[in-house]
């Protein structure tokens, strides 16, 4: 842990995604600042449960089931609520970058990716939004990538959704805005995750990565926690509408 929020303590957290890969380490690092996390998977998380109590004497919540079903996520975020309070803080963390060709991407495939990088994340938003206006205050941090700023090839449409992740982020930052509500879009660069590691990250795409990074340094997810931990907390609290990105300086912005 690289720094305590001394205002997450007890704040009530929704993480999609939030029992595997950067969406494990998520939850753990708000259990740590002394968050009450709530998060949703489609496998059983039972054991990454076990470990959280284990590790910081109380569990989170996990709610199984599927993003792409709208109805049951936002379900799921009333359960959270019901549990922890209101949600005050959502990250909007799950995703999927199957790899896919222009010419092989089916209707089917498009509505499903669309399904799972961008329709859930504003359904999400939608559920916590009024609940956060009533009190005034709350943070929304939606996942994106560097992907769509590089123009990567071999998942346009995740790099479709990716941007507009981003998009849709400053439009709800403006809208929510008045109520106190910010929304802030988070793009991380080649995070070494296990499944990374498993399917794609040869030692020569490595390689080839590490050569585009400013800092010679491969990303790990606590790269990734400390940043969402920022945007979470009142630390950030005139941030609103941004892409903050963590790439090791892979892209710029500004």
């Known amino acids: ?46 054991p990454f449960v076990a470990e959280m109590n284990a590790k ?21 975020i009333a359960q959270a609520a019901e549990a922890h309070g209101p949600v005050d803080i959502l990250v909007n963390n799950a995703a999927n970058d199957k790899r896919h060709t222009t010419a092989e991407l089916t209707p089917d495939d498009w509505d499903w990716l669309q399904a799972i990088n961008l329709k859930a994340y504003f359904f999400a938003a939608q559920a916590v939004a009024p609940a956060m206006q009533k009190r005034g205050a709350g943070s929304i941090i939606n996942f994106s990538s560097i992907s769509y700023m590089m123009g990567n090839a071999g998942y346009p449409a995740y790099v479709a959704a990716n941007g507009g992740i981003t998009a849709m982020s400053r439009g709800l930052a403006r809208e929510l805005g008045p109520d106190g509500i910010r929304v802030n879009a988070l793009a991380p660069g080649w995070v070494l995750t296990e499944k990374q590691l498993e399917k794609w990250a040869t030692p020569e795409g490595l390689a080839a990565h590490l050569e585009r990074q400013c800092l010679k340094t491969h990303l790990v997810p606590q790269d990734v926690v400390d940043a969402v931990l920022f945007l979470a907390s009142d630390t950030s609290r005139m941030m609103t509408g941004q892409c903050l990105v963590v790439d090791g300086g892979v892209v710029t912005t500004g």
Do not use: N, W
């Open 1 to 46: 842990m690289t720094a305590t929020f001394h205002d997450l303590k007890g704040k009530s957290v929704y993480i999609t995604g939030g029992g595997s890969g950067i969406g494990a380490a998520l939850t753990d690092g708000f259990m740590a600042q002394g968050a009450q996390v709530a998060f949703i998977g489609r496998s059983d998380a039972s």
């Open 56 to 76: 910081h004497g109380r569990a989170p919540l996990f709610l199984q089931g599927d993003i792409t079903d709208t109805a049951h996520l936002q379900a799921t």
